[in-house]
């Protein structure tokens, strides 16, 4: 198994290289880029500039272990509005391109958003009309489509089960889950969802979560690893049972009042002590 | 008792000609299919139509329900056949859609035409009201956001059709509100209305300011209900106006007879 850290974790001042160097410095392998999110990489950006930040990577001495993108909150595959869902289509296009241009093999979206405007059936359909010639494209650029489970935050497929029989509706081995263990908050347990999803897994997001915490106001369940109410042993249990062998991606808040830098380091160790087992 | 087939399929077409009750709405069974096969018509507007989920929606449901439809193109419409003509997300009408809706309407058909124009840009919103205006005498007004923050304090805005029965369907977030016209208006929502239905010609014209496919392809099990009963009216139209052809050319052959 790889780590790798989002992209976005970067303090904007510090700049990319810089950000760069500190994550290879606290020990990780690779960084997920965050597409539209940082300002780096946007949809504005051409291939020759993404070409450059593949070779700023490897020059850094990492690999890009995924593309992802936030872009989706505002511009959802289940949108009611026409121009929205073509734009959010073009998203997930440009992800995929330039996974290929960055040399990775997987990407991440955020499938839907059921809102009170928008109902839950409109939006499990809408997603399975865009996702399934998204899914043949991004087979015939060799990468998979990893529909991250946002649980809470997008009221849509909260269940396990659920986003089993949506990815079975979808119906294309380049379509799976990008799983975040800490998404799931008291509405189940990770090392299930790894268990039912095996391999359609596409990647791992990790961060804990205070399960019992509930949110008031700009108040976070979010926190770092082991400081939440996962259970690491039997999330890292369940990846063994299933052959998960692929990235682990931390998505954490940026949470340190001071020192930022140390959350890289911290996170990074933690996850080494998740992948050895040592919990 | 014994009975041929000819003389049943006599019963049961007399049945249909004397506007006996249709049940449309049976799970697993749907008394429309006998009587569809070429007659109702999906007028696919592909990329002049902006909603392929409504196409699909109209689709699924009178499939689902055993309808056998016919997905055309506007140059393939045949008006003397047409019962049923279903303009799902209308936006552009090309004049061939144009010329297939005023002939069926002329022809005695049922044309369901439903706006898809709630989310279109300024210019693509004038075309579609001129050609209402012109062609069809069909007066719209500029889009409505229907979940304002205020409104949506209220609550869910459905549509509430009254006709042919009483109906709730979720909304599609913007509607296209009916300006002043001739007609009857069968559907409000927050107050304004958003469908009508007229005699046209022979036939009649329900024009939807709200896009029912939508919900359809949802699975929305009242908008289904409220597109069933619809077609279920304008199968009983049509027999009768058929019924009262057959018994006038009846009449003239007698009369022929009689002179003759």
């Known amino acids: ?279 | 008792m014994g009975i041929t087939r000819r003389r049943f399929l006599g019963y049961a077409a007399g049945a249909v000609t004397m506007g006996l009750p249709f049940d449309l709405w049976r799970p697993g069974r749907s008394s429309l299919a006998p009587e569809t096969s070429p007659r109702w018509v999906l007028l696919d507007l592909k990329e002049h139509g902006c909603l392929g989920e409504s196409v699909s929606g109209y689709e699924s449901a009178l499939t689902s329900a055993g309808v056998q439809l016919m997905r055309a193109d506007a140059r393939w419409v045949s008006p003397s056949r047409c019962a049923v003509l279903i303009v799902p997300a209308a936006l552009e009408i090309p004049p061939p859609a144009v010329r297939a809706i005023v002939s069926c309407l002329q022809a005695g058909a049922s044309v369901i035409l439903e706006s898809g124009a709630g989310f279109a840009g300024g210019r693509d919103f004038r075309a579609h009201r001129v050609v209402l205006r012109d062609c069809l005498q069909v007066r719209i007004e500029a889009p409505v956001q229907l979940w304002s923050a205020h409104l949506c304090a209220q609550g869910i805005p459905y549509v509430d059709y009254t006709w042919p029965r009483p109906a709730k369907v979720r909304d599609f977030s913007r509607v296209v509100p009916l300006g002043r016209q001739a007609g009857e208006v069968i559907a409000w929502v927050d107050g304004l209305p958003v469908a009508l239905q007229r005699q046209s010609g022979r036939g009649t014209l329900i024009f939807l300011g709200s896009p029912l496919g939508p919900a359809l392809w949802a699975g929305d099990a009242e908008a289904r209900r409220w597109l069933f009963d619809v077609l279920g009216l304008a199968q009983r139209g049509r027999a009768s106006r058929l019924s009262k052809t057959r018994a006038a050319d009846r009449a003239k052959r007698l009369r022929r007879g009689t002179t003759g």
């Not at chain 1, 989706?72 to 995929?96: G, Q, T």
């Open chain 1, 1 to 279: 198994m790889k780590k790798a850290i989002g992209d976005n974790m970067i303090a904007k001042e510090w700049g990319f290289d810089k950000g760069l160097s500190l994550v290879k410095q606290a020990g990780f392998d690779g960084i997920e880029l965050w597409l539209g999110d940082v300002p780096w990489f946007q949809l504005s950006t051409a291939d020759s500039e993404v070409r450059e930040l593949r070779r700023r990577v490897a020059d850094a001495g990492l690999v890009v272990s995924n593309v992802s993108t936030g872009l989706h909150w505002a511009s959802p595959l289940s949108s009611r509005d026409p121009k929205v869902r073509a734009l959010a289509v073009r998203i997930v296009e440009r992800e995929i391109e330039t996974a290929v241009l960055l040399g990775t093999d997987a990407i991440l979206l955020v499938a839907g958003l059921v809102t009170a405007e928008v109902p839950y059936n409109e939006v499990y359909q809408r997603c399975l009309e865009a996702l399934r010639p998204l899914g043949e494209k991004a087979a015939r650029a060799g990468v998979r489509i990893g529909c991250e489970n946002c649980n809470a935050e997008h009221r849509f497929l909260i269940s396990p089960r659920e986003f089993w029989q949506f990815l079975n509706d979808v119906n294309s081995p380049a379509v799976g889950i990008h799983l975040d263990v800490g998404n799931i908050h008291d509405t189940g347990f990770a090392e299930q969802w790894i268990e039912i999803h095996g391999p359609r897994i596409t990647r791992i997001h990790v961060k804990d979560v205070m399960k019992r915490r509930g949110r008031c106001g700009d108040q976070s369940v979010y926190t770092n690893l082991f400081l939440g109410d996962n259970n690491w042993p039997a999330i890292r249990g369940a990846m063994t049972k299933v052959g998960y062998d692929g990235w682990l991606v931390a998505e954490m808040e940026a949470r340190y009042r001071y020192a930022p830098d140390q959350q890289f380091y911290d996170t990074a160790q933690a996850m080494d002590r998740l992948i050895a087992g040592r919990l």
